[in-house]
């Protein structure tokens, strides 16, 4: 194990950690969701050395690490408002972690600011006052500062919830590219799912101070370990899958077991992927749709499954149905609800068009190199 | 179109801010010119301009150097009786400055420290020594109080940054939160600055008062108006209110209003 936690508590007075146990791999994506005032916050701050723990181990790299100060635990942080130094021009933001370095020339620290700079697409504004700068900008330019000493660990606290949704997924792809090419191990709060599924090998979700659920994407949204875990998640559909990619029609099949492949149109995520690549596939509930017939329609994916679970909220139904041993949920209104006579026990098809069918690569690269 | 409650606020303030601005101008118009230039060059005031500013000057260098420390600790760190330190810290603001005075006179003079101090060769009281201490003391509690605010507005998190990239406490201390920190260092230096120079009561009782020799400018006024020099008085006054305005008219230039 990379990092691990065992048996950490915190006591802020007012408030607690208790008991969090967590590990994650070196090179491993761990998102922690839950709502506002969980403790996500504290907890970063305590692995990084700001809040004492009451009890409990921190481990990096197999070391003990709660004595180790702060600046000598090799553990970076990037806020949700990126706190950059305002004495300082972006260029000089960047490069402070280096400057600490004695071994580096000055030629060597100008030529890492600007490869660094270069990837994160801010080489154009490095002289500029950090003052002035848009939020994407600032937010770059705080990721740049913490990469560019190569941390052991980045805890990365709500990095991306000032940004618009464009720029999100850009720094989403920079940051994927360089935990690959480093393999940088990453601990990210969130409460974008957005995040989850696009960067997240493992999910964490937090509440009052104590974490309820920690495993992977799949197990966390299909799995969740009680009441509160499956409320805040919501209803997912999440499955694993293996791809196949078809280049005539822009289409990529997903195998999910051996009777059942979903077809996909996220031709975009999967064209670095080799055929037969582990995948996370996630079709949101309101996009599937059910009938009683096998209607002859333009979606690329009918099944026909068996109806096991009925829930009522108001004027909202949820259905479960059992397809071949994988189990899909789905919202329905009350009265379309009584015009297709659904039962418990009755068979019904589900029909889902390949757009709603989203396939997460993420997930399936380091799954594959680990087993 | 302003409001009447708007109106009513706006010539309240008037009023007043007139009313102290006739006070004060007031005073200019009393000496004569010649009497003013006279007491201006006059030898006993610019021995209590020299004074002034240079015990003020060093008192004021003393203060910041002991209040960056202290403010920082009782901005950043938790530690028992924090709560006594602050109540303590805060005192001397709250009674007048005549008491400090009498309280290092006691504890300057023969009812404390001094025999210790003269088997050094040192006394405390008396002389420039002792206003320097007297400014200090009446200086430092606001000069704490102004600082202990300016390091609660430097967010800690730039300090977390700083150290996740490898700095120590203290490099972490000069590099970002002193930097971070400095318009209301600036603010808190001037405002020192000025306090120390109008020290009055706390000056009189160390350093006695002495003519020509412990006699700063609030001194001075003091001294010739007890001796029906108004002339002198006054232009000692005046010179206070010039110094004064300048000092507030630096840091309204230099400094945002957030920091003060
Ligand atoms: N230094 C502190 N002393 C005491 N309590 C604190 C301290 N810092 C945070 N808290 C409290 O701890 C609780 C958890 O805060 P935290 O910032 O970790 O929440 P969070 O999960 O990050 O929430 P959000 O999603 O809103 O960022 C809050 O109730 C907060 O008020
Ligand atoms: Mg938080």
Redesign the interface.
Known sequence: MFLEIKDLCVDLGQFKLENINLSIEKGEYLILIGPTGSGKSVLL?TI???YKENSGEILLNGEKINNI?????????V?QDH?L???MNVYENII??LK??KELSEQEMDEKVKEIAKILEIDHILTRDVTTLSGGESQRTALA??LI?E?DLVLMDEPFSALDVSTQNKLISIIKKIGKEKNTTFLHVTHNFNDIWNLADKVGVMKNGSLHQIGSVFNVFSKPANDFVADFVGIQNVFEGKIKKNNQNHLVNVNINDNITLVSSDVEVCSHLEDYTNVLVTIRPENIIFSNESMNSSAKNILKGTVIDVTYSGPIMGITVDVDGIVFKGLLTRSSFQSLDIQVDKDIYIIIKSLNVHIMDRYSSFKLEKS | MRSKFEWLFIIITSVITILFFIVIGNMFLIPTYEGFIKALFSQQMIFAIGLTLSTSVVSAILVILCCIPMAYTLSRYEFRLKWLFKIILDLPMAFPEIVIGIALLMFLGNYGISRWLGFFGVNLVFNSAAIVIAQFFVALPYAIKMLYSTFNYVDSRYEFVSRSLGYSESDTFFNVTLPLAKQGLFATSIITLARCIGTFAAVLFVGGGILMKTETLSIAMYLNLSTGDIDMAITAGILLVIISFVTIAVMEKYVKEQYV
């Not at chain 1, 100060?69 to 942080?77: A, D, K, M, T």
């Open positions: 701050e990084i050395g700001f100060l702060p600046e000598n635990r090799h553990i970076g942080i806020y706190v130094f305002p004495n402070y972690g600490r370095n500062r913490s000493v941390p």
